[in-house]
């Protein structure tokens, strides 16, 4: 009989997140994962920028960024399998907000409301702008808001450890894709895969990133979340800054950082909800270019290096992660609708939900507010930082 005690559907960062939480924190039953892709060739994480801010305007958020951002500073050394520990090139460079006359007043007073929830940002004069990027065009500038504990590290690498750690942890990567979720009677009873096989167990966890609101469709139960396609754009200036770059925003709502001697931007597509990975990088000459160079003159000259497109899982009501337990399907769990900001809250969900599994209830962070329960009882999570 193919039965487990848990079953995860989707083998991403989440799934390897909360296996590893479940182990870490002593559950002792069978615990399977099915992911389609073994590569992991289109899974979000590998094709996301790999960063982490506490610059958010709702507590929950600062803090489960918080959390991750202390595990990833530690995640060499907890990470390390069979002597091998993971590199992951985490730079804290920082995420820098430049403000006009018009919106300094409300980056202030969301950096105050930050710094409160424990973040540690800094209210910069255009001088001090310019200390930081010298070739910066800062004339339409009344200043800048300064997240000094964000920062970027190697989406890939970080994915890789965590399955690795889950699999030494005796957690069973078994690369199927998963055809639908098996229900009775309101109780959830296992998976069946595209070969027709059927695995079942009394807890199936809903991992499944962009693909999740389809799955989830597959038992009748509505879960809010559509894939979102970001396009990501690598440039090549003929010109390079002078000092390391933090992620900017521009007042416009576009970014860039620095990736070495490149740099990184994007953008969301066209076409967002479908799940088409091509990219189109005219729409960076277009619509992106004209501002950086606006910007600065170093982007007067560059390449587009290469683009690429990767999924949210876009929680279409409030852009808020979905986690926990399902109010109408016993024995269902959702860690899903993360819209953008999934890999810097992984480690974080996947703490929350081994807890929530394991105890019927959250110890270290709360996070009953991201409950599937919120959107009937329209107690949403209202969000206005989402990049």
Known sequence: MNKYDVIIAGGGIMASSLAYNLRKDGFTGSIAVFEKDQMYEFSSTPRSEGGIRLS?????????????????????????????????????????????????????????????????????????????????????????????????????????????????????????????????????????????EEYHAPIVVNACGAWSGALSETIGVDIPVKPFRYQIFCLDLTKKFSKSLPLVFDPTGFYFRGEGEKVITGMPHKDPYSFEFSSNKSTFEEEVWPIFYERSQLFEQLKVERSWAGLYDFNTIDQNAIIGGHPVMKGYYVITGFSGHGFQQAPAAGKGLSELIRLGKYETLDLSSLSVERFANNQLILETAIH
């Open 56 to 196: 958010f305007t709702t507590e929950i958020n600062i803090l489960m960024s918080r959390y991750s951002l202390d595990f990833y500073k530690n995640f060499a050394k907890e990470m390390e399998v069979n002597g091998e520990s993971p590199q992951i090139d985490f730079k804290q460079n920082g995420y820098l907000y430049l403000g006009t006359s018009e919106t300094m007043p409300r980056l202030i007073e969301e950096a105050n409301f930050q710094n409160r929830c424990g973040a540690n940002m800094k209210v910069l004069s255009v001088e001090e702008i310019h200390d930081i990027i010298p070739e910066l065009n800062t004339e339409d500038l009344a200043g800048a808001t300064f997240d000094t504990d964000a920062g970027y590290m190697d989406p890939y690498t970080v994915l890789q450890f965590y399955a690795k750690k889950a699999k030494s942890m005796e957690v069973d990567y078994i690369y199927q894709p998963v055809q639908s979720l098996l229900a009775e009677n309101g109780r959830i009873t296992g998976v069946r895969l595209e070969s027709g």
